[in-house]
């Protein structure tokens, strides 16, 4: 295990521009077999939170060890199916949020929020919500027809892609282009007036503070982490389209919320003042939706979550875990062309905000070493982190532990001995021969 785990930490601590010999401080261990997938979603787990660990010890200036429990781990990527409300199961996705026939294969929506939702069913000219009627007026069009429409709607849906039909996609080939996240220095600004996390900073300012423009689970899941670490996170909603309530029970633990409508004169100024006090800025909406607000101010650190990344074709479109799979190829590699399949969590949103609390306090760092200052900008994308679980970290192939060999039977091709030893045999010295064809007798020298 401590291989292939060790890969992931070691790529994502490198995009992070951290430094190599902490690595050491990271160890794994706990229960085995966790989050089964064809593809290596434990290990995108393990390693995102590793380095989100790795990073608050560093950021915090301890000799800490970094303790990665495969069942804390397993158990943090589905948090939102462990929910209870005085007892109460969580709603995670409405009736309307699934898979669709469509006249050429297969198409999925998200239409969680009400606003999304009536745009999907206006978009399809539905009247009600009725899921006999939508799957109707799907499987008379073709998945990219639906997913066009939705879109131009205002809603959310997405075709069925193939892992090779997404990489010969104009937007499939930009995430490719680029590395896991971004991370630039924008100017020579001096850092804003706090230390990080837990601490106080010069003149004993107080802890972090951290405005939290996010929604549904990859930015809150990073956000609730710094709250973790004693920041102290203030989270702002538009008072007309609130978080879904199981989302906010289970992402906001550490924070505080409030809603606040930035397009009244009174929200704006408040926005402007809190966003003028505060050390970081993490935001979730789709690109370009928040550049009216001005948000960039010196010496912040600035972090900027989306679905497909702010490039491309689809850089203004929303998206979410579950659409991401959909387009990347990701739910044909766990099921098929003929029955998707999905991820045994939501990786993606869970993975890129482990992975975007670590940039967050590896930016924080990188501030205050020798003074060196300077406003950060943080990019990560979904799909990006899609990528990095589809390409960059290793798979299991069997093919890796097949061989062939030619026999008296025919050419065989068959698994290599799992017992090895530096110095000791790689393959049998004789393949399988015609059943009862030798003579009974031991091999003579």
Avoid: C
Avoid at 52 to 72: F, H, I, K, T
């Amino acid at each position: 295990m401590d291989n292939t785990v060790r890969t992931g930490t070691e790529l994502l601590w490198s995009a992070l521009g951290g430094d190599p010999a902490l690595l050491d401080r990271v160890s794994y261990g706990g229960p085995s077999g966790l989050l089964p997938a064809r593809l290596p979603v434990m290990d995108l787990a393990r390693a995102t939170v590793a380095v989100a660990g790795l990073a608050a010890v560093e950021r915090a200036g301890l000799s800490a060890r970094v303790r990665v429990d495969d069942g804390a781990v397993a158990t943090a990527f589905v948090s939102e199916r462990h929910l209870r409300v005085d007892g109460r199961a969580p709603v995670n996705f409405a009736p309307l949020s699934r898979f669709w026939r469509a006249s050429d294969g297969w198409i999925r929506t998200h239409a969680n929020y009400p606003h999304h939702r009536a745009a999907l069913l206006a978009a399809l000219g539905v009247r009600g919500e009725s899921v006999e009627a939508v799957q109707e007026a799907v499987a008379g069009r073709t998945a990219v027809e639906v997913e066009t429409a939705v879109y131009a709607a205002g809603g959310l849906a997405v075709a069925l892609r193939t892992p090779e039909e997404w990489a010969a996609h104009e937007q499939g080939r930009e995430v490719a282009a680029r590395p896991v996240l971004t991370r630039e220095r924008l100017d020579e600004a001096p850092p804003r007036r706090r230390s990080g996390p837990g601490g106080s900073g010069p003149g004993g300012s107080g802890p972090l503070r951290v405005l939290d423009l996010t929604r549904v689970i990859a930015g809150p899941v990073a956000t609730r982490t710094l709250a973790l670490l004693g920041a102290d996170v203030l989270r702002i909603d538009p008072p007309g389209n609130p978080e879904l309530p199981d989302q906010h029970a289970d992402t906001d633990f550490g924070k505080r919320t409030a809603a606040l409508d930035l397009e009244s004169r009174s929200g704006r100024r408040t926005f402007d003042e809190l966003l003028d006090s505060a050390d970081v800025l993490v935001t979730g909406y789709r690109p370009g939706a928040l550049d009216r607000f001005g948000l960039h101010r010196p010496g912040l650190v600035i972090a900027h979550l989306s679905a497909w990344g702010d490039y491309g074709p689809w850089g203004g479109r929303r998206g979410f875990d579950s659409l991401v799979q959909v387009a990347t190829g990701i739910a044909v590699t766990e099921g098929s062309a003929e029955q998707p399949g999905a991820l045994p969590a939501q990786a993606l949103d869970h993975g890129s905000g482990y992975l975007l609390a670590a940039a967050v306090l590896r930016s924080l760092t990188e501030q205050s070493v020798d003074g060196a200052g300077g406003t950060r900008l943080v990019r990560l994308a979904l799909a990006q982190t899609g990528h990095f679980l589809t390409h960059a970290l290793p798979r299991y192939e069997p093919e890796t532990y097949l061989t062939e060999t030619d026999s008296p039977l025919g050419r065989l091709r068959h698994a290599l001995s799992p017992v090895t030893y530096e110095g000791g045999p790689t393959d049998w010295s004789r393949p399988p021969g015609i059943q009862g064809g030798d003579d009974p007798a031991w091999v003579t020298a």
